[in-house]
């Protein structure tokens, strides 16, 4: 239960500061324009809200915002945010102001650029929070890597990347001539935008001719055993303290030979066993929670540092399918550190990494399977630590904010990507559309977002919620 509050809280604390800074540059593009600003919300106010300063006790002790024009204020549906523009249609869908005659202050009366950078500036906001974010982390904590030519024991193949020429103990070094610095599990992506893959075998480097068509990123990710893995022989490094591991007296150097009958070399060979095993249960029509206990279960062979002869136990995983065990890392990382001045660089180039890699994922989400893997707040709150980590929160808040600002430029009725395709038509053509089409296109896009959230819902139910019940 506790690291349940602990991702939750970081999840709130996640989105409400990305959710104010977003309508942050709406608002503040707003101001710098003259534009009146009627609403801004941290979270959905339908109905009724948790806090506002039009509320009699607000004014009562901040008496000059009475004659505030914008009210600010906390909604109930955490969903979001919004600021309600004056002269525009949008989420909140007033009608009757469009029917009275355009004021000087209002959206409509801008000119086009104007309103451009209005509706822009939420997106601006979220980049310029995650390049900031990146350049904070950069500063403070440095970055650990792992340099690819220091995975010296090379990689392992899954036999569909074995048989388009990759051999178990190659290193990809470069993709299209260009070298690959560093490994990370963006290599996936790197190698299925490849035309040619230079690997490292035997001391000699080696081009690979890949597939005229490219490789299929979503499949290798699903692939099991991996496309492409380090090869870490199954070596315990450490046992968490109460574990499964912890209780069968697994201890540092400790070796894992075989696993249900199965002898196994690395943690990919584990991970593969482990990773049939949950798919079984998921696959299964009417499994029930005892089913999902037995799959749970392991016969494990191994050996303890100190000992010449192998032991055998029967492990029971918990419900995220471990045993409680760090794994030993047999390559070496490096640690970069960077300047006030260095950092900024630095943290615009990961950003722009990120960016590029976020969107080229983005059409593997129109596919059945790349549907299934769309997620609401749990699948985004299952990516925080267990632990409060500083480091990884600022991380991964950067990254959410570029997905913000990825989801809400896209040419979407509804979201500030659908708004702007409507201005760049006006300053081609110089027509604006009726208000009756602005109308209609937003409620399209709300019931498209709509459609969208049950998804992402349904998906984490059936990710998330079932398991725990054994479903």
């Known amino acids: 239960m506790e690291v349940v509050l602990i991702k939750a809280l970081q999840l709130l604390c996640c989105l409400s500061l990305l959710v104010v800074l977003h309508e942050g540059g709406h608002f503040g593009f707003s101001k710098l324009f003259g534009v009146k600003v009627e609403k801004f919300y941290m979270f959905f106010d339908y109905k009724f809200h948790l806090f506002s300063t039009r509320a009699k006790w607000f004014t009562r002790l901040f008496p000059h915002f009475k004659n505030n024009e914008t009210e600010y204020g906390i909604g109930w549906i955490p ?6 523009i004056s002269g525009m249609i949008d989420e909140s869908m007033d009608l009757e102001q469009m029917k009275k005659p355009a004021q000087p202050n209002e959206f409509r009366s801008q000119k086009v650029w104007k309103r451009f950078f209005i509706m822009f500036g939420g997106v ?12 904070v982390v950069m500063f403070t904590w440095g970055r650990d890597y792992i340099p690819m030519r220091n995975v010296t024991q090379g990689f392992q193949f899954s036999t569909e990347a074995q048989s388009v020429g990759f051999r178990n103990g190659d290193i990809p070094v470069a993709v299209d001539g260009k070298e690959i610095a560093e490994y990370s599990t ?6 299925s935008n490849a035309s040619v893959v230079t690997v490292l075998r035997e001391g000699k480097e080696v081009d690979l001719q890949m597939p005229s068509d490219g490789l299929n990123m979503l499949e290798m990710i699903q692939s099991v055993p991996p496309f492409i893995a380090p090869i870490a022989p199954a070596l315990v490094d450490s046992v968490i303290p109460g574990s499964a591991a ?4 697994f201890q540092k150097g400790t070796r894992l030979l075989a696993v249900n009958g199965k002898e196994i070399a690395t943690w990919t060979d584990f991970d593969c066993e482990v990773t049939l095993r949950r798919q079984d249960v998921l696959a299964a029509p009417g499994c029930t929670h005892a089913d ?26 918990d419900e995220k399918y471990l045993m409680g065990v760090n794994r030993m890392i047999p390559f070496q990382k490096e640690h970069a550190s960077y300047t006030l001045l260095s950092c900024i660089p630095a943290g615009l180039q990961q950003g722009w990494r990120t960016l590029c890699g976020y969107v080229n994922d983005l ?11 769309v997620g609401s707040f749990i699948t985004i709150g299952n990516i925080f630590p267990s632990a ?13 904010s570029i997905i913000l600002a990825v989801m809400n430029i896209l040419p979407i009725p509804g979201l500030d990507g659908g708004h702007i395709v409507f201005l760049l038509w006006e300053g081609i053509t110089g027509k604006q559309p009726s208000d009756k089409a602005a109308e209609w296109f937003e409620k399209i896009g709300i019931g498209l977002l709509v459609l969208l959230m049950l998804l992402a819902f349904s998906n984490d139910v059936r990710n998330f919620i079932f398991p725990l019940f054994g479903f």
């Open 186 to 191: 963006a290599i996936v992506r790197t190698l």
């Open 124 to 135: 601006l906001m979220n980049f310029l929070t995650a390049w900031f974010l990146y350049s």
């Open 292 to 317: 999902s206990l037995k799959q749970r279960q392991l016969l494990v062979v191994y050996q303890l540092p100190d000992e010449a002869q192998p032991d055998t136990v029967q492990l029971q995983l």
């Open 246 to 249: 912890d209780k069968a007296g």
């Open 388 to 400: 409060w980590d500083w480091e990884q929160f600022w991380l991964l808040t950067a990254f959410i």
């Open 363 to 373: 059409k593997y989400v129109a596919s059945a399977e790349g549907a299934k893997s």
């Open 79 to 84: 969903l979001g945010g919004y600021v309600k």
